[in-house]
């Protein structure tokens, strides 16, 4: 007798536009600071960029969000600009403040980068974690991958570490323009070569994040992060057919209208900066939403999470939805309100 198949994940539901009674649901960063087993596990590693580079600590980290809340996805522990370091990039992290990288301004420093075939071997490690994730996570759980999108990679590449208005990168792209374009097109080539390779280990969906498309205007909007992101994802649909794409254009407003149709994307991920409502008019239409929950919220807790929650919920019922986060988690976040959402989504009589 055969067994029986087993039913598909809830977040690949969604993806394909699938309408759900109960949305299932993830977070960004929830594998992060506010968690005392991940403490004690960087703690481990020693630093931040040990633990993404030895994969049975990052897959830990990884793995102790899911058996502590149950959700329905893990995205796989990295950062951002562990592309550009395996471009030729020098990264480091300094506590407290964040990242930091040696700075690309001119052709010059265009030619000191590594070639786009070359990156697989710095990042092979987190390859590694991604099949060890593939082996130990429970088999309702989507597994995602992900990379920053070219912009907001390019804005820390130019400025050597994050800018409040990204005004370093919007000078390089005023000043000298086909310096700017060269280096969006070789990231945009090294993160279709990255993402592949996160497929292939195992990745079942992958999410880009743009975390500083607000920032782009008018045809610079479409030019850096509409293009860039539909490149991507048509490239990585000729790889591998089939594979699906949350893209999250942060703080783009009402360029968020029309941005799965233009790029191709199955789901666009929501900040917390647009209204619920005004979403599902305009951009559930086009398919799955992704959002949008203030992460402030998970650090006051009270009735206003749980009825913030619920009419997110209500709001986005009509059509596909994916319920997380407007942004990150943050590290002040209390463990304890975390649950008390997933409560919220899942068994609304229970809080």
């Given at each position: 007798?055969s067994?029986?198949?087993?039913p598909?994940?809830?977040?690949?539901r969604?993806?394909?536009?699938?309408?759900?009674?109960?949305?299932?649901?993830?977070?960004?960063r929830?594998a992060?600071?506010?968690?005392p087993e991940?403490r004690?596990t960087?703690?481990?590693?020693g630093?931040?960029l040990?633990?993404?580079y030895?994969?049975?600590l990052a897959?830990?980290?990884?793995l102790?969000?899911?058996r502590?809340?149950?959700?329905?996805?893990?995205?796989?522990f990295?950062?951002?600009?562990?592309?550009?370091?395996?471009?030729?990039a020098?990264?480091?992290?300094?506590?407290?403040e964040?990242?930091?990288?040696?700075?690309?301004t001119?052709?010059a420093d265009?030619?000191r980068?590594?070639?786009?075939?070359e990156v697989?071997?710095?990042?092979s490690?987190?390859?590694?974690?991604?099949?060890?994730?593939?082996?130990?996570l429970p088999?309702?759980v989507?597994l995602?991958g992900?990379a920053?999108?070219p912009?907001?990679?390019?804005?820390?590449m130019?400025?050597?570490?994050g800018?409040?208005?990204?005004?370093p990168a919007?000078?390089l792209?005023q000043?000298d323009?086909?310096t700017?374009r060269?280096?969006?097109?070789?990231?945009?080539?090294g993160?279709?070569?990255?993402?592949?390779?996160?497929?292939?280990?195992?990745?079942e969906?992958?999410?880009?994040f743009?975390?500083?498309?607000?920032?782009l205007?008018?045809e610079?909007?479409?030019?850096?992060?509409l293009?860039?992101?539909?490149?991507?994802?048509?490239?990585?649909?000729?790889?591998?057919?089939?594979i699906?794409?949350?893209?999250f254009?942060?703080?783009a407003?009402?360029n968020?209208?029309?941005?799965?149709?233009?790029?191709?994307?199955d789901?666009?991920a929501?900040?917390?900066?647009?209204a619920p409502?005004?979403?599902?008019?305009h951009?559930?239409?086009?398919?799955?939403?992704?959002?949008?929950?203030?992460?402030?919220?998970l650090?006051t807790?009270?009735p206003a999470?749980?009825?913030?929650t619920r009419?997110?919920?209500r709001t986005f019922?009509?059509?596909p939805?994916i319920?997380n986060?407007?942004?990150?988690?943050?590290?002040?976040a209390?463990?304890d309100?975390v649950?008390?959402?997933?409560d919220a989504?899942?068994d609304?009589?229970r809080?």
């Amino acid at each position: 007798m055969s067994a029986t198949p087993l039913p598909e994940k809830s977040i690949l539901r969604a993806l394909r536009g699938e309408k759900q009674a109960i949305p299932p649901v993830w977070m960004m960063r929830q594998a992060g600071r506010y968690l005392p087993e991940y403490r004690a596990t960087r703690a481990r590693a020693g630093d931040f960029l040990s633990l993404c580079y030895t994969p049975d600590l990052a897959a830990e980290v990884t793995l102790q969000p899911i058996r502590r809340y149950g959700f329905d996805a893990a995205i796989l522990f990295a950062d951002i600009l562990l592309l550009p370091q395996a471009l030729g990039a020098d990264l480091w992290f300094v506590t407290g403040e964040g990242p930091r990288l040696s700075t690309v301004t001119s052709s010059a420093d265009l030619t000191r980068l590594r070639p786009v075939a070359e990156v697989h071997e710095t990042l092979s490690p987190i390859y590694e974690t991604i099949r060890i994730l593939r082996r130990e996570l429970p088999a309702p759980v989507t597994l995602i991958g992900f990379a920053g999108a070219p912009w907001t990679v390019a804005t820390y590449m130019i400025a050597g570490r994050g800018t409040p208005d990204q005004a370093p990168a919007h000078r390089l792209m005023q000043e000298d323009r086909e310096t700017f374009r060269r280096l969006i097109d070789l990231i945009t080539e090294g993160t279709i070569e990255y993402l592949s390779a996160q497929i292939e280990a195992g990745a079942e969906v992958i999410k880009l994040f743009d975390s500083w498309a607000g920032s782009l205007h008018g045809e610079d909007f479409g030019r850096y992060a509409l293009e860039p992101a539909r490149r991507i994802i048509a490239a990585l649909r000729e790889r591998h057919p089939g594979i699906p794409v949350i893209a999250f254009p942060r703080e783009a407003g009402d360029n968020y209208i029309g941005f799965a149709r233009a790029t191709g994307a199955d789901c666009v991920a929501l900040d917390n900066s647009v209204a619920p409502e005004w979403a599902a008019e305009h951009v559930q239409r086009d398919g799955c939403v992704q959002g949008n929950l203030a992460s402030s919220h998970l650090v006051t807790g009270g009735p206003a999470l749980i009825e913030e929650t619920r009419h997110i919920v209500r709001t986005f019922a009509g059509g596909p939805h994916i319920f997380n986060l407007g942004h990150g988690i943050t590290p002040d976040a209390d463990p304890d309100n975390v649950q008390r959402m997933i409560d919220a989504i899942r068994d609304p009589g229970r809080v």
